[in-house]
């Protein structure tokens, strides 16, 4: 444990699992107080029992970031229950269905963009101005190499992922004079749930595109998430921070 996020209070949707989970227990390991908002209530409050098991602080909440009211409900409860917000990973998300641009399902399109592009706008909406009331902090949106690459067959996808980046940029020139940095950081592929429809010769078609030879683990994403994060990333604003493997050197 270190105190390096003491008298900190995190939301991180999207954190019952995968790269989410592994940002809460990274940012509540050092000592920030995490609320732990995703779509399955019984989810979240079974992350935040096991890092509250683990000595951290943690309160789990269901919300869809894909509805601004229910976040808007979310970050209330956070600065309800821990007296202020300063700190939000925006990085619920969903992988979606592949399927070429000309076939792909409007219906799905909506579907992805809603919670991956327009769930981070919700959260930044209701977050922002929560953690400008608490005197300033910091804020992650997880966006993927996806956001900088193009990637046949997930046009939903990486659309959302460089929406993300744009959002970001403006988000961080709005916000830097009011006391809040917004970075983003870009995962290459990662072992997580998100991955689970890979099949083999998937699989291994995407480990070739990075230089690395493997998969990332969500740990080296919530190494990078914390850094952001923390006051060693003072002068870090409105970037693209890549942790690929390599993937978008290429
Ligand atoms: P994951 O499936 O383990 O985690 C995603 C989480 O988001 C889940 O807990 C899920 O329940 C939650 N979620 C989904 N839709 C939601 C909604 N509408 N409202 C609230 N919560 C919702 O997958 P992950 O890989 O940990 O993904 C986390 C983020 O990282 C996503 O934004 C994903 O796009 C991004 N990412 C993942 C990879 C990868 O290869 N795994 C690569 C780059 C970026």
């Known amino acids: 444990m270190s105190t390096e996020f003491e008298g900190k209070t995190a939301l991180v949707t999207g954190g019952s699992s995968g790269i989410g989970l592994a940002v809460a227990r990274r940012l509540a390991r050092a000592g920030a107080a995490v609320v732990i908002a995703g779509r399955d209530g019984d989810n979240a409050r079974k992350a935040a029992a096991d890092i509250t098991a683990e000595g951290g602080r943690a309160l789990g909440v269901s919300a869809d970031v894909s509805d601004a009211d229910q976040v808007a409900r979310a970050v209330d409860t956070a600065v309800d229950v821990f007296g202020a917000l300063h700190l939000a990973v925006n990085n619920a998300g969903i992988a979606g269905p592949r399927g070429l641009t000309g076939e792909f399902p409007p219906a799905e399109f909506h579907r992805v963009i809603s919670t991956n592009l327009i769930g981070v706008f919700h959260s930044l909406h209701h977050t922002l ?121 290429a």
């Open 129 to 249: 101005p929560a953690i400008v009331a608490a005197g300033g902090g910091a804020v992650v949106n997880m966006a993927s190499v996806l956001g900088v690459r193009g990637f046949a067959g997930s046009p939903a996808y990486t659309t959302a992922k460089h929406g993300i980046i744009g959002l970001t940029k403006t988000a961080a020139l709005e916000y830097a004079p009011l006391g809040v940095r917004v970075n983003a950081v870009g995962p290459g592929f990662v072992e997580t749930p998100l991955l689970k429809d890979f099949d083999a010769d998937a699989r291994a078609y995407v480990t070739s595109l990075h230089p690395a030879g493997r998969f990332g683990t969500p740990e080296e994403v919530a190494e990078l998430t914390a850094f952001l994060l923390s006051d060693k990333a003072s002068f870090m604003q409105g970037g693209y921070y890549a942790v690929d493997g390599g993937y978008a050197a």
